[in-house]
C-alpha cells in the first residue's frame, strides 16, 4: 500500500465519529439496523487499518448519552449488535489490541457489560492499538463524572481546591493516561461534535468527510492521516 504521508508525524490518538449508517441503509432501501451491521463491519476493518498504519490510540463514538433518544427497535438493535458481536467486531485476541470502554455502565445490560469487562480483563497486557469504544458517552458526563470525583476527593481532604489543575482534572475522565486526542475524524458530512470527548479534543485537528461510516476505508483512512500530518500545529504559540 503506498503511503504518502511522514510516518514520523503520525497522530497518537485518533477519535472517529461514525456517523451516516441510517443514511447508507437508507439510500439502498434497507432498514437503519441494516446500516448498523454494515458499520460494524467497516469497523472491524479500519481497525486493522489503523494498528498497520501504526496508530497507538483509536477511540470510536459507538452510543452516545444522546442516542437512548432513537426508537426502541434501534436502541435493542444496537445493544444487541454490541452484545453479540464484541469479540468478532474488535479481534483483540488475535490482533494484541488493548481493547478498553469509555462511558456510562449503569444502563446497559448485565450480558453487554460482562462481555466489555471480560475483554478488558483480557486485552489489558496489549501491547498493540488501543481501542476504545465509547458506549453510553457523553462528553459533558464525563466531565460531570469528574467533577464529582474531585469534589469527592476534595470533601475526603485528599486535595485542595487548588490542586485541581488541568492535569490532575484530565486524571479524573474516562481517558485518564490516554494522550490528547491528536485527530478527530467525522463521517457522514455534519461538522459537529455532538457531545463527544469535549475537553479532550480541545487541541485536536479535525476532519469532517461527506462519506458516510460504512463506506469509509484504508483509502479514506490515509486520506485523513495524509491531511493531519500536513497541518502546522501551533498550540497557541507563534512559530
Ligand atoms: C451513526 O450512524 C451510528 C450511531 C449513532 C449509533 P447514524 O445512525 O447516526 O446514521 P445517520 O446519521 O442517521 O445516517
Ligand atoms: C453521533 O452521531 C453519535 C455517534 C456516532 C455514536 P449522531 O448521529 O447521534 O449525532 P447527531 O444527532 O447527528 O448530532
Ligand atoms: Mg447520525
Known amino acids: 500500500m503506498g503511503r504518502t504521508f511522514d510516518e514520523n508525524k503520525l497522530p497518537l490518538h485518533v477519535a472517529i465519529i461514525m456517523d451516516g449508517n441510517g443514511r447508507w441503509a437508507k439510500r439502498r432501501g434497507l432498514p437503519r439496523t441494516a446500516g448498523h451491521r454494515e458499520g460494524a463491519r467497516t469497523l472491524r476493518r479500519l481497525i486493522r487499518d489503523l494498528s498497520d498504519i501504526g496508530i497507538?490510540?483509536?477511540?470510536?463514538?459507538?452510543?452516545?448519552?444522546?442516542?437512548?433518544?432513537?426508537?426502541?427497535?434501534?436502541?435493542?438493535?444496537?445493544?444487541?449488535l454490541l452484545e453479540d458481536n464484541l469479540d468478532d467486531v474488535v479481534n483483540y485476541k488475535d490482533e494484541n489490541i488493548r481493547l478498553r470502554f469509555i462511558g456510562g455502565r449503569e444502563?446497559?445490560?448485565?450480558?453487554?457489560?460482562?462481555?466489555?469487562?471480560?475483554?478488558?480483563?483480557?486485552?489489558?497486557?496489549?501491547?498493540?492499538?488501543?481501542?476504545?469504544?465509547?458506549?453510553?458517552?457523553?462528553?459533558?458526563?464525563?466531565?460531570?463524572?469528574?467533577?464529582?470525583k474531585a469534589m469527592e476527593l476534595c470533601r475526603d481532604g485528599e486535595i485542595s481546591p487548588k490542586d485541581l489543575t488541568e492535569e490532575k482534572f484530565s486524571s479524573l475522565l474516562s481517558t485518564d493516561g490516554y494522550p490528547e486526542?491528536?485527530?478527530?475524524?467525522?463521517?457522514g458530512g455534519e461538522i459537529r461534535?455532538?457531545?463527544?470527548?469535549?475537553?479532550?479534543?480541545?487541541?485536536?485537528?479535525?476532519?469532517f468527510?461527506?462519506?458516510?461510516?460504512?463506506?469509509?476505508?484504508?483509502?479514506?483512512?490515509?486520506?485523513?492521516v495524509e491531511w493531519y500530518t500536513s497541518r502546522s500545529r501551533r498550540f497557541g504559540d507563534a512559530k
Open 107 to 148: 444502563r446497559l445490560s448485565e450480558k453487554l457489560v460482562k462481555k466489555m469487562e471480560n475483554a478488558e480483563e483480557n486485552s489489558k497486557d496489549h501491547t498493540g492499538l488501543t481501542v476504545t469504544l465509547a458506549i453510553d458517552y457523553g462528553g459533558r458526563d464525563d466531565i460531570i463524572r469528574a467533577a464529582k
Open 181 to 187: 486526542v491528536d485527530l478527530l475524524i467525522r463521517t
Open 209 to 224: 468527510t461527506d462519506t458516510l461510516w460504512c463506506d469509509f476505508d484504508r483509502k479514506e483512512l490515509e486520506k485523513a
Open 56 to 80: 497507538r490510540y483509536a477511540t470510536f463514538y459507538t452510543f452516545s448519552t444522546e442516542n437512548w433518544k432513537r426508537s426502541e427497535d434501534e436502541v435493542n438493535a444496537l445493544m444487541k
Open 193 to 207: 461534535i455532538s457531545n463527544y470527548m469535549n475537553w479532550q479534543i480541545s487541541y485536536a485537528e479535525m476532519y
